[in-house]
């Protein structure tokens, strides 16, 4: 009797997992209604969290379509349990059930932790965009349409017939795609209002409200209906977050989850006032991430910076505890040095350096630049010297430049399961500091990168103690939290 | 000139059309409260300018405008609320939700190729411009992005607006108003005829601009396309000057073509022998669109609460009346002969004193207004205006009757 019972409890169980989750992509469309433990709440959050962090740091290092960036998302979705593959065997459907359920469920808690501000938002969708994106391009094209369906995108290919008549307008709308090209796709109509990009800029072919996008185009399409829905949910998420914050198992953890994407943003300085301007030197070649060594070198040599370098270097200053009386002082004097005068300095540069600490014009406090920041935005030009080496500077003289330092030689190689990923230059110093002041080790960070790539931080490696080069990488995040 | 105070009254009873202005407004009454919760503004005596007006229905509509016999009348858009109510409303929750998605094209912005007129003027040379825009758009309209119920309205003095009230062009967003103005802008109107940005062709030619000569060469069907694009281009040396900044070879050339050559079609022929020889073969295409092309203010059509002047409101400063414009018959449409609220009311006048003479004291008081009304526009020349418009107005209640029907099936009412 029970041996019965079984059988037919397992039966009913197969179909139901079958029916909820046909596709690994989907829209997330549905919340879950499940149970869930505390536990695999808190799992699920974040392996997911890790992901998307991942995904952000090789979307810095490589191109998102290339190969290495595929190979390297498919192998951090298998070791974290997340489903990748489209077309999964008899045997593996059960394994994949639970990869698409942890998929489901982990994004809708990421959404309550990362639909609060407006920075939150972009990052959360910018990920989960790249993500979505590396999965639609794994999908077969057998499986396209069927996708399509089940996701209720009625975007229909049309016939052989259609296909004649509209052909020759499609190629004369788009210059990316020729006549051979065009033979091999399916070609979809969507409403206008689903491309207005397109129509904006007369790239598409538009017939009776109609327009024809060939396969090859339609992943654009997709994407942006996936930002919207995202965008809108996240709205709607926001509006019911009281309830969920008054649940006092989750709000520590959603907390942690909000804060890890950015870490500490340094904003609140511990130290204020316990930095000297005659420690600064002596600082810069033992506890400075290489970007600030250099920028702190140009300044001594040259007596001047420029604005991008004054930025990133004078809020860094600001963030290891200068005050802005020092930080007067020890520019003010630098810049003497040069072609400027001090009446001159006071009357232009002075202000800006008030301003960047919150005391001109709207007051804002600015906080020091993160690696991120520094990579992606404001690139150095010739005369420059801010940005991040790793990512700016020429490999071949990044190298020299480490050997210089005392750099082991034999340190110059990738490390890929370095535990400890490094986000912020602030950050950099705050562990130097505590390291060499904990620890009696005057030993320089060694850099290992790769001779051949530029690598971003995330690869430097710290001083050698065993303890914190291990620790989980996201707990370290949390540390610092206030 | 003509006193308005007086003359508005006399319109208001006995000429707006206020029946198939409503069957118009009210959309079939498909949609809940659409009616009562559109927006109208009107500018009163003395210039007051009052926002957030709406009615219940068409009998308030009539009394009310009756009553306050507004100078110009805008139309807005479809709220959440009702527009009277919009201070007490949750502040964020008062949405424009839907309008028409509207087009107001001007003449003031061809200044720069007009060399007829400027400014408010216009006359029977340059309103060929505003029938190329009005083809040029309407087929885009129609068979780009399947539109179906577009209406096309003279200002009263100098351009044309078009109401594009099919269901899906009510709905779209801000951001698809400005993609579909943007879709059929060659030449963006940037404030001042000297931003005006040239209009540049490149290979492969997108269909929309295919069609453009298309348009312009049925619009001009009248008046003998290649003579009628030749006389307005050739002659504006200014145009073709501006239009060959890039090939200044070409330039000269035809520059000593245009001394030699007096007549505009020898001249049209040499400008286009001269493009051919030296292989820019979309030049001539690039003047004759930087010449025709409509000029398009974004900014009218993107915003869905913009308020548009009304059909059948009065231009205050020439009189005339915002008529619909029939598309079949566009090269017959003279905006000059289009009527002015002192002619309506002079012809009323005459109408009742002249015919129906067993009429007067007998029924005026005993007839029900709206059929009164029926015979008072029709024996004006206002009568052939109301035509088109009702005409518009049936094409799009046949659309509305299915969706009604659905509705009623639905609800399951018999």
Redesign the interface.
Known sequence: MQFFRKQRISRLNGDRQADMYPHSLQFYGQPPTENISLAEFETFAVDRLRLLKTIENIGVSYVKTSEQYSKKLEAELRKLLFPYRVDVDEKELGKEYEKRRKDHISHFILRLAYCQTEDLRRWFIQQEMDLFRYRFHEIPEEHFQNFLNTNNLIYNSINEEERRIVKL?I???N?NISAVKLEEMEIYKVP??DV??L????KV??????TYIPHKEIVTVVLNDFRTRLSKALAVTARSLPVVHSDERLQPLLNHLSHAYVGQDYSIQKNIGKISLEQIDNLSLKSFPLCMRNLHKALRENHHLRHGGRMQYGLFLKGIGLTLEQALQFWRAEFVKGKVDADKFDKTYAYSIRHSFGKEGKRTDYTPFSCMKIILSNAPSQGDHHGCPFRHSDPELLKQKLQSYKIPGNGINQVDDCNFSLNHPNQYFAESQSLLNGKDVKREAPAKISGGSQETPANVKMAESTSSAEMDDLELLFQDAP | MFPLPDLLPLYYRRLFPFSQYFRWLNYGGVTKNYFQNREFSFTLKDDIYVRYQCFSNQSELEKEMQKMCPYKIDIGAVYSHRPNQHNAVKSGSFQAQEKELVFDIDMTDYDDVRSCCSSADICHKCWTLMKIAVRVLDRALK?????EHRLWVYSGRRGVHCWVCDE?ARK?SQ??R???A??LSLIRVVGGSETIKKVQLST?????I?YVPVSINVALHYCRAVSCVASMVSDNWVLIYKCTSASPLIRDMLQSDFQKYKTSVKRWESLKKRVNQKNSALLDSEIVLQYCYPRLDVNVSKGVNHLLKSPFSVHPKTGRISVPIDTRQLDQFDPFAVPTISMLCQELDKAVQSGEEDESGKDKEGEPEPKRRVRDYKRTSLGKYVKVFELFVEQMEKSWKGQLLKQSDMQGDF
């Open positions: 307008s190629i004369h709308s210059a206008f209002q207005l990009d129509v904006r800029s007369r072919y538009l017939k009776g409200g109609y | 068979e780009d992005f399947g539109f899906a779209l951001s698809a400005s993609a579909v943007e879709y492969p030619v997108h269909p929309f295919t």
